[in-house]
């Protein structure tokens, strides 16, 4: 069974960073692809990055390209979502998911996603 354990979310002013995880655990992720989605009150859930695990290719929204990275280790299982310069706008719960489905089909639809962890809040004040 595959879970998906993010934190690193929190308070931060505008203009500031964050770096989020996601330890994930129970298979072996080479062929998944993960990505970073996020909802903020009121609003339907967006995409925000994707990795293909196996290929390091990413991809990310217009919104935060540029500003966030997404990365992943490989040896320690774990996803990663480097924020920059930080806006209020960009305050949501942010979830991290995997799927098994192919990349470029699937990486921005986060119905094609099997997997979800649990969110973490990330606030940004102006």
């Known amino acids: 069974q595959v879970q998906l354990v993010e934190s690193g979310g929190g308070l931060v002013q505008a203009g500031g960073s964050l770096r989020l995880s996601c330890a994930a655990s129970g298979r072996t992720f080479g062929s998944y692809t993960m990505g970073w989605f996020r909802q903020a009150p009121g609003k339907d859930r967006e995409f925000v990055a994707a990795?293909?695990?196996?290929?390091?290719?990413?991809d990310y929204s217009d919104s935060v390209k540029g500003r966030f990275t997404i990365s992943r280790d490989n040896v320690k299982n774990t996803l990663y979502l480097q924020m920059n310069s930080l806006k209020p706008d960009d305050t949501a719960v942010y979830y991290c998911a995997a799927t098994q489905r192919g990349y470029s089909n699937t990486y921005s639809n986060g119905n094609a996603y099997a997997y979800w962890g649990q969110g973490t809040q990330v606030t940004v004040s102006s």
């Open positions: 990795v293909n695990w196996n290929s390091g290719l990413t």
